[in-house]
DNA sequence: TTGATTTTATGATCTGCATCATGAAATTAA
DNA sequence: TTAATTTCATGATGCAGATCATAAAATCAA
């Protein structure tokens, strides 16, 4: 992890957003810049809880695993957001590890400094329960998806996920580049079936996949799929 | 929903617990009592939110559904619980239902003097928080568990989380009675593998079950059954 | 108290998806 | 540039658990 002085810009994340003025110079003291190449580990399922991290460019996979060989992608993060509060709690563990799956910049804010500025900024705390309100409902609706929808509901939902968080690119493709691998992982499925759902997807005309890049094509199409 | 007004004692709830002193006759000024039978539906999912409950008495499920027939156990509230808070977001729909299991008596608070209770208590808003952070953890664990554990596991896990929630009675039962439905709607399962799995674990002296209520016999092996 | 509904119980079958196996293509390392 | 490692691609096989079918008990309604 390559450290950094002078990487983000104080206004990219909801701590500096919510900030009230005074306190941005001590946050600008308190903040650690690094960066992470693809592939590498930020903080790892178990792990003690040493502070919290703010993404100023690049993606991040948020996942929980199952032995030695399986996962499952919780959430990605992108610009702007915040990873590692899900250490927050009565464990002071991380319930889950991040990886970057890009080149990533990052902002490092120790715990206490992090939970001094919770006291002192109110609005930041409403706004971070808000926020995890939010991750929750997201949470159990996909847990119910897990178990009452089949593979090709909860692919084509990941789809429209994907697409809402990361936007498209000119050319119609979903802003993000992530492997079939890490797709079944946040699906909850195998790499194999997840291929083949996205084949049928793909003879279908629903989407359209060229390397890693994926274009919805019918969304409606999706959204149906979605619901039975 | 029966309305009453002398049901709860200002002190179960984390609302009061947390309450400074001058706000409480606010409180009592604002809280409504309802008892619910059994089998009764405090919320539906997809209803806007009004406010949210306090359970004084009594065990509600909240549940996600699927089609008419499905649904999926998200959590039980009992005594002192707060139920309806998954309202709380950028929807202020109910993402989930709520059904008393038993008979229930419970207060209501509406969600604006709620929200100014939060606005005012710093102590309440944090660890409203703290608890979103901790059913958020809960739930990504749950998550991961219906991906990659058998069913054996998690009702394995369940009857352990029963057992740490509500406690034993003094013949060693779990401190709840529900009915195999339910149990399979919690670990995300039908009934019937539920009712075999259950059979299975009998026929292993690993649980007792007599009617409605589970007795833990062997803790360890079920812990052993929760990690493969 | 009796008929109706819900819950419990259990076997027989069916199937969606995981697992296994194998090779080609694409990255990455060296 | 080449060897090593990942990722992609697809068919063959197996099984955990869903679905279907039935009936007895228990609970509830009237």
Redesign the pocket.
Known sequence: MKKDKHDCDLQTCMLCRLCIKEWLPAVDNHRKNFSLK?GQLLFREGEPVTGIYFIFSGTVKVHKHWGEEKELIVRFARKGDIVGHRGVGAEMVYPVSATALEPVTLCFIDLEFFQASLKVNHTLLHELMMFYARELQESEKNMRNLVHM???GRIAHALLTLRDKFGNTEDGAIDMTL???DLASFT??????A??IM?ELIQENVIAVS??SIAVLNAEKLQELEKL
Chains 1, 2 share one sequence.
Do not use: A, D, I
Request: charged share 35%; net charge positive.
């Open positions: 693809k089949p593979v090709k492997g079939r691998q909850g499925t195998t790499y194999e079936t291929f083949r084949s390397g890693k």
